[in-house]
């Protein structure tokens, strides 16, 4: 079975500091990845996707994909409180366009 | 800000019964899917619909689930005998892109069997 993996427990950091979140996949033919933020109980909203290797920086967040070794990143610059969430990892898989969800790392930003 | 909208947001059932979730994608989107979360869980994928018609669905989406568009605006999900273990939230989203994840989600309707 094809699985998105995100094992770290809750994440707690401190304002101001930087917030780093690891997401593994096993489809090594996967192409196209995504986090995504869900605050308690409301709906995933995208925040960032990276489809080649490398990084890919949006405002405070960075996104680094390596698919040789099959894992993408999440930092979070400057944490802020509001950034408080799950962290939902999702990659597309091969040969259909359904995301596959990790089951997210909780993120707490104590002010 | 044009954004997924869901109704009802929490509907109470006893096992057995039928159940109509309803969404309402973004105008110009093509491609919709439900997606559920049960919860403390993963977010799973249910069905993906475009051009009227099924493109895709899980092990989840068996006979008891159907999808329609009724008209140009709505997306229902029904579920036509409701078992406790289907007690979830149920999350429709919208994509104006088949090839991508960047799907925009709506709020969610939270289904709880009883």
């Known amino acids: 079975q094809k699985e998105v993996e995100q094992n770290s427990g809750p994440l707690s950091v401190p304002e101001g500091a930087i917030a780093s979140l690891n997401c593994t996949y096993s489809d090594r033919v996967s192409q196209s990845f995504f986090w995504y933020r869900q605050y308690s109980g409301k709906s995933p909203e995208l925040i960032m996707s990276i489809y080649s290797n490398g990084d890919k920086e949006d405002g405070r967040f960075t996104a680094q994909l390596n698919k040789a070794s099959q894992y993408v990143s999440l930092l979070i610059r400057d944490s802020q409180p509001s950034d408080s969430a799950t962290y939902l990892c999702?990659?597309?898989?091969?040969?259909?366009?359904?995301?596959?969800f990790g089951k997210g790392n909780q993120v707490v930003v104590i002010p | 800000e044009p954004e997924v909208t869901q109704t009802p947001s929490h509907q109470v059932t006893q096992m057995g019964q039928e159940v109509i979730l309803r969404c309402v994608p973004i105008?110009?989107?093509?491609?919709f899917y439900w997606y559920r979360q049960i919860l403390g869980q993963k977010v799973e994928f249910l069905v993906s619909?475009?051009?009227?018609?099924?493109?895709?669905k899980s092990e989840i989406f068996d006979d008891q689930f159907s999808v329609e568009r009724p008209d140009g605006s709505n997306f229902t999900l029904k579920i036509r005998s409701t078992k406790l273990e289907d007690s979830a939230m149920y999350f429709c989203?919208?994509?104006?892109?088949?090839?991508?994840?960047?799907?925009?989600f709506g709020e969610g309707s939270r289904l709880t069997v009883l």
């Open positions: 619909f475009y051009n009227n018609e099924i493109s895709e």
């Open positions: 999702a990659v597309t898989q091969s040969g259909n366009n359904r995301l596959a």
């Open positions: 105008s110009n989107h093509l491609y």
């Open positions: 989203a919208s994509s104006d892109t088949r090839v991508t994840g960047e799907l925009f």
